[in-house]
């Protein structure tokens, strides 16, 4: 029986949250679908042209990203706190400006807004909210592969799923499984050649403005607290860790793990299995088994998935 998503995701409550939507029907984003032989590559760039309209919108600040092939990551902090600072004047802007009206003018449309007290704190609550914000994301997509395709019905499949990052090591975590997928994956050994990925991103701005490595980590689109590594930590620390989750590397000692690693305050041996816990040993949080065990009593059940590796993470 799947688990409602309200029970970890708590309405009016800010969190940072890795989402992951999956295609449905054998589609692809991007790349060469086998069945067909039509390529997609263009929609890439389309999911991140969409992540960047909505962030200016909602009140997130996304932290990582990373376009696959057939589904989507993200890494996602939604700050419900700055929301309620917004004047009603704001609310009303971003909102028409997420959703544009072809024949009426924006302005006239924000008026009429701000005569309807009760829908304006309505849309205000919606543009704090994770599941308003993955609709928002997905939905334009949907319909544009639709009408490429010639075809109704779901693009993306009906839930998203959501784990809870509990915590700034579990959001670090989080952060290099989602750049790391197109290494796993096998598209390609390079971060900077990981194309429609945060860590490219990162990398590039780095290599362009030195200045940028020594800055503290932020969200790249949005606005969100920032970690305590600098952005060029973060980027070390990620390339390291794809050279331990490699399959020809299972077992291995972790060697020359680099500084960036002693301020997350997880050892060597355990951060390769912490990341890659984010994709298969954690569901529906990710956190030291206290914080699981926690979460588990306040929404009536004895366990979480994930409490064993993380007791495993933290003997290690």
């Given at each position: 029986m799947a688990t409602a998503r309200s029970?970890?995701?708590l309405e009016n409550t800010s969190g940072t949250y890795h989402c992951v939507s999956r295609c449905v029907r054998r589609a692809w984003l991007c790349g060469v679908d086998v069945y067909s032989g039509?390529?997609?590559?263009?929609r890439k760039t389309l999911v991140e042209q969409r992540l960047q309209e909505v962030a200016s919108c909602f009140s997130i600040g996304i932290y990582g990203y990373a376009v696959m092939s057939n589904h989507?990551?993200?890494?996602?902090?939604?700050?419900?706190?700055?929301?309620?600072q917004w004047s009603e004047e704001e609310v009303a802007e971003r909102w028409c400006r997420l959703f544009p009206c072809r024949n009426q003018n924006n302005e006239l449309r924000i008026q009429r807004?701000?005569?309807?007290v009760q829908r304006l704190a309505m849309l205000r609550q919606r543009l704090c909210s994770l599941s308003w914000l993955m609709r928002c994301v997905n939905e334009p997509i949907a319909r544009m592969a639709n009408q490429e395709d010639g075809c109704t019905g779901r693009f993306w499949e009906g839930r998203f799923k959501c784990q809870v990052l509990a915590d700034e090591l579990a959001v670090l975590a989080a952060m290099a499984y989602v750049d790391l997928n197109p290494i796993r994956a096998g598209m390609t050994v390079r971060l900077d050649h990981s194309h429609h990925t945060s860590?490219?991103?990162?990398v590039l701005t780095c290599r362009s403005d030195e200045t940028k490595a020594q800055q503290k980590l932020k969200p790249l689109l949005g606005l969100a607290p920032a970690l305590s590594l600098k952005q060029g930590d973060y980027i070390d620390l990620v390339q390291w860790t794809g050279q331990q989750v490699r399959a020809d590397k299972k077992g291995a000692i972790p060697k020359n793990a680099p500084p960036a690693l002693k301020k997350t305050g997880c050892s060597a041996e355990r951060w390769p299995t912490q990341?890659?816990?984010?994709g298969s040993g954690y569901w529906r949080m990710v956190g030291s088994a206290e914080q699981l065990l926690e979460k588990a009593e306040a929404v009536g059940q004895r366990w979480l998935k994930g409490?064993?590796?993380?007791?495993?993470?933290?003997?290690a």
């Open positions: 029970l970890f995701v039509i390529d997609y590559s263009h989507l990551h993200l890494v996602v902090h939604v700050d419900v706190n700055a929301a309620q807004l701000l005569k309807q860590i490219q991103r990162r990341v890659k816990a984010v409490v064993a590796i993380a007791r495993q993470i933290q003997k």
